[in-house]
């Protein structure tokens, strides 16, 4: 997904707070698993949250993306970091949290692979664990046919990235078109990312499958909410 552009993934997305993002994320463990001590992110990428929450937990990760976990193996050194398709992993071992953050969930295009997904999260979950799973966006909130323009101003990197949204039945299409500046020239190349627009109905049937008691926290840590599970009795 991000071969192109995992080289700047974190200037891209350098406005996200991760620090004020774990902050709440562990007040919302805390509040239902106190002392909770280990934790798995799903879809880590390049390690920015686990970066943070290892003050708190012990920490590990899981992530499609070859390329991204390079980057997060460089950041967070000896953490224990897995390659493999969330919809189908088998670590060995449970967890006390897992997580899956930044809307990372909608990469999974199907129902029944969200299904799938939200099945190997729980199945990774201690008694009295906590998975806690950001959504990305709803069929009725998201907007086709608009264009969109981020830009990243560094002294020695320039990011002009132009984003034309579409949709092709449940699936939220994002054509990127990137623009790199650097001491060694112009780059440019494009990404085609594909998210799915599942309803908070199907959300939640998906939790209520995988044996799970879920609440909805509307606003989450950007704006998008959070899904926080636990395992049913």
């Not at 499609?64 to 493999?84: C, F, K």
């Not at 999260?121 to 709803?138: F, K, Q, R, S």
């Not at 264009?147 to 002009?160: C, G, M, Q, R, T």
């Not at 998210?195 to 939790?207: N, V």
Request: charged letters at 25%.
């Amino acid at each position: 997904m991000f071969t192109n552009s995992a080289h700047i993934y974190d200037a891209v997305y350098s406005f996200k707070d991760y620090a004020a993002e774990s902050q709440r994320l562990h007040e919302l463990i805390e509040e239902r698993s106190p002392g909770a001590s280990t934790l798995l992110d799903v879809a880590c990428g390049t390690g920015k949250h686990l970066e943070q929450l290892r003050a708190w937990y012990e920490v590990s990760g899981f992530d499609l993306d070859p390329q991204l976990l390079e980057r997060a193996r460089e950041r967070l050194g000896d953490v224990e970091l897995h390659q493999g398709d969330m919809t189908a992993f088998s670590l060995g071992r449970r967890f006390d949290v897992v997580t899956c953050l930044f809307s990372s969930i909608g990469y999974v295009v199907t129902l029944e692979r969200l299904g799938d997904a939200i099945a190997a999260m729980a199945a990774h979950l201690n008694p009295g664990g906590v998975l806690v799973v950001e959504p990305w966006l709803t069929p009725d909130v998201w907007v086709a046919d608009r264009p969109h323009l981020l830009s990243v101003d560094e002294p020695d990197l320039k990011i002009a990235r132009m984003t034309f949204s579409g949709r092709e039945g449940r699936l939220a299409i994002m054509s990127f078109e990137y623009l790199i500046g650097t001491p060694a020239g112009v780059d440019a190349f494009s990404e085609r990312h594909e998210a799915a627009l599942f309803t908070d109905a199907e959300y939640r049937q998906a939790f209520v499958a995988a044996g799970l008691v879920v609440e909805h926290d509307p606003e989450g840590l950007i704006g998008r909410g959070l899904y926080i599970a636990q395992p049913a009795g």
